[in-house]
C-alpha cells in the first residue's frame, strides 16, 4: 500500500534557495552566510537542508550539539560548522576529534580544548563570544581582550571567531544599540591592534532586517533561512519581501464530517458547545504532530480555501472544525494547518500567536511523526 500521510509537512526547496540568494545580498559582497540549521534545521529535516544549503553556497553552518554537526558533516564531509551551545564536559575531545568550531566564554574551557587538542594532536578552533546584554553565554565585554590574549598563548587552538548574540531585536530598538555599541567597542579596540578574525559576527534575522550591517564579516541567520519574517514591535521594511518564502507547509486531511445539533459539548472538557446546528470535520492532526495545543479555539485552518475555525481542545492526533459555511466539503479533503491554499495563506506567525508563542517554536514543535516531504528541483 502506498503510504497515506494523515499530517505531513511539505518542504519547498525553490523556496530555501531563493531565501539564501536573498540572504546573500542582503548581507553584502565579501561576508560569509552561517545558516542556522539548529534543531533539525527549525524542524524542516536537517540532511536534506544542509544538502540544499552546501549546494546554493552558505560559507559555514551554526548547530546546537555535536549530533547534529555529524549529521551535516555526514552530507559534506570538512564542511565548516560552529557549535553555538557550550560543550559539556564529555563533548570537549569529540568536538576536537570532529573538527567542530566551538563557542567559549571562559579560559577553563578554552583550556579544556587546548589539551584535549594536544591528546589528539590537533588544532582546536575556538569562537569567543561575548555577553553584551543576551545574558546566557558569553565573557563579559571588558574582560574579553584579556581573555583573548590568555586563549591566544595556549598551544593548539586557534581563535577563528568572535560574537556576540542580541537578545531582542524585533522588540527593543535602544536595547539592541546599547549591545551594538559594546560590541562595537571592543571591535574597534581589537582593529586597532590589529587583531582580525576569519568569523566576526553577531546579526541574526531581525538584526540583519532591522539594523545597519555593521562591522562584521559573517551573518547567523535562522528563522529567515526558512522563510519567516521575525515579529516584534519594530517594523520591519525592507526591499523585494516577496521574495523571502515560506520554506515549510503543514498539511492534514478531513477524516470525518458530521452535522451536530445545537448545544453539543465538542472535545476533552467541553470548552466549546454549538450555538446551532454545525457541520464538524474531524482533522488528522494535533498535539502529537506538534501542532501546539495552547492554540486551541482560537486556531483557523485552511479548508476549500478558506478559513475554518478550530472547535474546542486540540488533542493529540485530532482537532475539531466548523465547516458550516463551507459549500462543499468531502470526506479527505486536504486541510492547511500552515501555508497556502487559494487565496489565503496562514503564516507560521500567525499559528503562533494563536498559542502565544513565537514561530520558532511553532516550526521546532512539529513531531518526527510528521513526514518532511521536498519539494522542489532539488528534491530527490
Ligand atoms: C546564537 C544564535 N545565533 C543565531 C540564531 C538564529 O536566530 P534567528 O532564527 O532569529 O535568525 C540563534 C537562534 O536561536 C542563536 O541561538
Not at 537542508?49 to 549530533?67: C, K
Not at 507547509?249 to 458530521?258: A, T, V, Y
Not at 492554540?295 to 466548523?322: F, K, P, W, Y
Request: aromatic share 6%; net charge positive.
Amino acid at each position: 500500500m502506498k503510504p497515506v500521510h494523515r499530517c505531513w509537512a511539505e518542504v519547498d526547496l525553490d523556496a530555501l534557495r531563493g531565501n539564501l540568494a536573498w540572504i546573500r545580498q542582503r548581507a553584502g559582497a565579501g561576508v560569509k552566510v552561517m545558516t542556522v540549521v539548529k534543531a533539525d534545521a527549525y524542524g524542516h529535516g536537517l540532511k536534506q537542508i544542509a544538502g540544499l544549503l552546501m549546494q546554493s553556497g552558505t560559507d559555514v553552518f551554526g548547530v546546537a550539539n555535536l549530533i547534529e554537526a555529524r549529521a551535516i558533516r555526514s552530507v559534506g564531509a570538512g564542511w565548516p560548522v560552529l557549535m553555538l551551545g557550550a560543550c559539556l564536559p564529555e563533548e570537549v575531545e569529540q568536538a576536537v576529534k570532529d573538527q567542530v568550531m566551538v563557542t567559549v566564554s571562559s579560559l577553563a574551557e578554552a583550556e579544556a580544548f587546548s589539551s584535549a587538542a594536544r591528546k589528539f594532536k590537533l588544532v582546536a578552533r575556538l569562537h569567543l563570544k561575548v555577553d553584551t546584554g543576551m545574558g546566557r553565554l558569553g565573557c563579559p565585554p571588558e574582560q574579553a581582550e584579556q581573555l583573548l590574549a590568555a586563549i591566544d598563548s595556549l598551544p593548539q587552538v586557534e581563535t577563528a571567531g568572535l560574537y556576540t548574540h542580541f537578545s531582542s531585536v524585533e522588540d527593543e530598538f535602544h536595547y539592541t544599540q546599547r549591545q551594538r555599541t559594546l560590541f562595537g567597542k571592543l571591535l574597534k579596540s581589537l582593529a586597532a591592534k590589529g587583531r582580525n578574525f576569519e568569523y566576526l559576527h553577531a546579526n541574526n534575522s531581525a538584526a540583519m532586517l532591522l539594523e545597519e550591517a555593521g562591522p562584521y564579516n559573517t551573518v547567523r541567520p535562522g528563522l529567515l533561512v526558512y522563510g519567516v519574517l521575525p515579529f516584534g514591535r519594530r517594523r520591519i521594511e525592507i526591499p523585494n519581501r516577496d521574495l523571502i518564502q515560506p520554506v515549510l507547509s503543514l498539511k492534514c486531511r478531513i477524516s470525518l464530517i458530521k452535522d451536530v445539533p445545537k448545544g453539543s459539548r465538542l472535545s476533552y472538557g467541553g470548552l466549546y458547545t454549538t450555538t446551532r446546528t454545525t457541520r464538524v470535520a474531524t482533522i488528522s492532526a494535533g498535539y502529537g504532530d506538534g501542532y501546539l495545543r495552547a492554540s486551541s479555539e482560537r486556531a483557523n485552518v485552511l479548508i476549500g480555501g478558506e478559513r475554518c475555525q478550530v472547535l474546542g481542545r486540540i488533542t493529540m492526533d485530532q482537532m475539531l472544525v466548523d465547516v458550516t459555511k463551507l459549500e462543499s466539503v468531502s470526506h479527505g479533503d486536504e486541510v492547511v494547518l500552515i501555508g497556502r491554499q487559494g487565496s489565503q495563506e496562514l503564516t507560521a506567525t500567525e499559528v503562533a500567536q494563536w498559542a502565544e508563542t513565537v514561530p520558532w517554536e511553532v516550526l521546532t514543535a512539529i513531531t518526527y511523526r510528521v513526514p518532511r516531504v521536498y519539494l522542489g528541483a532539488q528534491a530527490s
